[in-house]
Structure formats: structure tokens, C-alpha cells
Nanobody
Framework: QVQLVESGGGLVQAGGSLRLSCAAS????????VAWFRQAPGKEREFVAT????????DYADSVKGRFTISRDNAKKTVSLQMNNLKPEDTAVYYC?????????????????WGQGTQVTVSS
């Protein structure tokens, strides 16, 4: 089992940047693919980015490609999401999730463990 804790959220103006972190504890972190999802008020949760357990493969939602970068440090048991050129539509609670079964996925049901989320608010 793994526990996930997100941090780094906050309030930023449009065009600004934030870096989210997901810290893991428990089982060997390199046993998991990890993803970021987000959920805005009144909307369904949506996929943002994912990274394989080795860090060699990544995938992004079209809406964040070229602006967001996911990375991981297995030694430190962390996954980061660097978010640049933020837009008001990026406002949401961002969740970190981990999957035991290999094969990066954009589907939330593929992930076994979830953090509590961190709020990101982008003002116009």
C-alpha cells in the first residue's frame, strides 16, 4: 500500500506558474505508475498527466500539453507537476494517484491509491 500527499497548490495569476508535488510513503514507489487528475467545481474529474514507474513514459491531456511537465524522483518518492502559463480554466483541485498494474493510463479507475488533493486557483 502507498499513501500520497499533495502540496504546492495556491493562488496565481493567469500566465503564472506553480509546481505541485506528490509525496509517497509506504511500499516501494517505483512499483507504481503515477498520474495527476483534477476536478473543477461542478465538473467531472479529468486526467491531466501520467508517468510510468521508471519515468521513461509520459502522457498528457491535450489541454495541458506544452504547458505542464510531469516528472518523478523514485529515490525521494516524489512526483512533480510543473505548471506554466496557467489559465483560469486550470482552476481545480489537483489529485495525485498511483496504479499498481503497469501501463500508464488516462482513466481514473486504473488507479488504486489517491491523495487528498491540493487547490489550484488561477485568476484572470
Amino acid at each position: 500500500q502507498v499513501q500520497l500527499v499533495e502540496s504546492g497548490g495556491g493562488l496565481v495569476q493567469a500566465g503564472g506558474s506553480l509546481r505541485l508535488s506528490c509525496a509517497a510513503s509506504g511500499r516501494t514507489f517505483s512499483d507504481y505508475d503515477v498520474a495527476w487528475f483534477r476536478q473543477a467545481p461542478g465538473k467531472e474529474r479529468e486526467f491531466v498527466a501520467t508517468i510510468s514507474r521508471s519515468g521513461g513514459n509520459t502522457d498528457y491531456a491535450d489541454s495541458v500539453k506544452g504547458r505542464f511537465t510531469i516528472s518523478r524522483d523514485n529515490a525521494k518518492k516524489t512526483v512533480s507537476l510543473q505548471m506554466n502559463n496557467l489559465k483560469p480554466e486550470d482552476t481545480a483541485v489537483y489529485y495525485c494517484a498511483a496504479a499498481i498494474v503497469a501501463g500508464i493510463s488516462t482513466i481514473g479507475a486504473s488507479y488504486d491509491y489517491w491523495g487528498q488533493g491540493t487547490q489550484v486557483t488561477v485568476s484572470s
